[in-house]
T-cell receptor, first 114, second 114 residues
């Protein structure tokens, strides 16, 4: 079983619809992240959470919201999807113990907004 | 704010050629540096990392990278590439203290021709 699981793997939706992407992890990590990947732009951080009560905006948080329901769950919502939110979305986790900032990624969610 | 620049967006090499991918970062303090690789259709995975000590770090699959503090660089190298190295490569940086948010470069697509 994957350590970081994202659902759904693919989603096609229409402009204006509300969409939720879910992420769960079995690694026991406190830190969780949502990134989006666009061709030529690399990965950009949307939101991150260093524990259940900690939520922080990343570099491109406008149009997105998140919820950290538990240590193992971190969901990303698009309240009203728009076409330029079409992208590949990755959830990631990391261990805050010591200096090990290695990120563990999920398999990604390809979102298309028509 | 920290930032990462990868100057090569797309590199095409023949098998057995040598590889060097450039990465420069911008941050005033002490940093941790990473190279991640994304094989076609897969999620990102860690290739190698530098936290401290020997500035020449070795990673998986024969890759290495050299941290040159005076040049703010962390270039990735491999003496002889293989077709299976075809992938997208991302340089990333975190600051060493406090909240360690990871910033990625825009990525370099490597295509190795048999």
């Amino acid at each position: 079983d994957a350590d970081v699981t994202q659902t759904p793997r693919n989603r096609i939706t229409k402009t204006g619809k509300r969409i939720m992407l879910e992420c769960s992890q079995t690694k026991g990590h406190d830190r969780m992240y949502w990134y989006r990947q666009d061709p030529g732009l690399g990965l950009r951080l949307i939101y991150y959470s260093f524990d259940v009560k900690d939520i922080n905006k990343g570099e491109i948080s406008d149009g997105y919201s998140v919820s950290r329901q538990a240590q193992a769950k971190f969901s990303l919502s698009l309240e009203s999807a728009i076409p330029n939110q079409t992208a590949l979305y990755f959830c990631a986790t990391s261990d805050n113990r010591g200096t090990n900032e290695k990120l563990f990624f999920g398999s990604g969610t390809q979102l298309s907004v028509l | 704010a920290q930032s990462v620049s990868q100057h090569n967006h797309h590199v095409i090499l023949s098998e057995a050629a040598s590889l060097e991918l450039g990465c420069n970062y911008s941050y005033g303090g002490t940093v941790n540096l990473f190279w991640y690789v994304q094989y076609p259709g897969q999620h990102l995975q860690l290739l190698l990392k530098y936290f401290s000590g020997d500035p020449l770090v070795k990673g998986i699959k024969g890759f290495e990278a050299e941290f040159i503090k005076s040049k703010f660089s962390f270039n990735l190298r491999k003496p002889s590439v293989q077709w299976s190295d075809t992938a997208e490569y991302f340089c990333a940086v975190t600051n060493s203290g406090g909240y360690q948010k990871v910033t990625f470069g825009t990525g370099t697509k490597l295509q190795v021709i048999p």
